[in-house]
């Protein structure tokens, strides 16, 4: 079932891909026909460039719904794929304790929190994000252990993404950073950082919260995708 999951996932991601390339070429044509209407005079001009104006509103639009997509099918595929590192951790850990596997296999997933940071992650996937929002607060809020937290917290931070409330996603992106400095989580943390910086047209402090992910994260998924946005927006 996981690894079907991650095929449709890589599938739908290479896809949204696609639709990206394709819109930004869109966009450099219609931004080339643009700088060309100074050849051209009077209304005729005026019609032009109020058409070409429309044209590439449209297209922004559009690529920026086709980013958000893809974003969210890149959480999609990290939420796989640290589940599928759970199972084969668990796998290992009963087939090392074979005494002990009834006791695990019991106790796994048996955290109430763990099954409200399930229920809330459905809820995102869903679009239901202030319902979501909530669960992953109480998740945060109650889990003293702190092994869930940072994720919890992550997800807060991604469902004001998803609502373009982009103040507060970067308050929780900044928070889990601050609180869970050296978390697994602080890469995505990073680079949404820097995208909700972007998304209000911030570009120095995206660029800076991307220099943070490049010297934290090298190497990272994270830190290709920041460079690939980056060279897009010079």
């Known amino acids: 079932m996981i690894d079907a999951n991650i095929r449709d996932t890589r599938s739908e991601i290479a896809v949204v891909n696609r639709k990206v390339d394709t819109t930004r070429?869109?966009?450099q044509a219609v931004n080339q026909r643009l700088s060309q209407v100074g050849l051209k005079s009077g209304d005729?001009?005026?019609?032009t460039r109020a058409d070409l104006q429309v044209s590439i509103a449209l297209l922004t639009g559009e690529m920026q719904k086709i980013q958000a997509q893809l974003e969210a099918n890149q959480v999609r595929m990290t939420e796989i794929d640290r589940h599928l590192s759970q199972i084969?951790?668990?796998?290992?850990?009963?087939?090392?304790?074979?005494?002990?596997?009834?006791?695990?296999?019991?106790?796994?997933?048996?955290?109430?929190?763990?099954?409200?940071?399930?229920t809330a992650?459905?809820?995102f996937n869903r679009g239901r994000y202030d319902l979501a929002y909530r669960g992953f607060a109480d998740v945060a809020a109650h889990d003293s252990s702190g092994t869930l937290a940072p994720q919890a917290l992550f997800k807060m931070g991604e469902?004001?993404?998803?609502?373009?409330?982009?103040?507060?996603a970067r308050t929780l992106y900044g928070k889990l950073l601050h609180d869970y400095p050296k978390d697994s989580q602080r890469c995505a943390s990073l680079f949404k950082l820097g995208l909700?910086?972007?998304?209000?047209?911030g570009l120095a402090e995206r660029d800076e919260a991307w220099a943070r992910l490049q010297k934290s994260c090298p190497g990272s998924n994270e830190a290709q995708r920041a460079k690939e946005q980056q060279a897009a927006t010079k």
């Open 159 to 168: 469902c004001r993404f998803a609502q373009s409330n982009w103040d507060e």
């Open 121 to 123: 992650t459905d809820d």
């Open 88 to 118: 084969k951790q668990q796998y290992a850990a009963q087939k090392s304790s074979p005494k002990d596997t009834s006791k695990s296999a019991g106790s796994y997933g048996a955290n109430p929190l763990e099954s409200e940071l399930q």
């Open 25 to 27: 070429l869109e966009v």
């Open 196 to 201: 909700a910086h972007e998304r209000q047209s």
């Open 44 to 47: 005729e001009v005026s019609r």
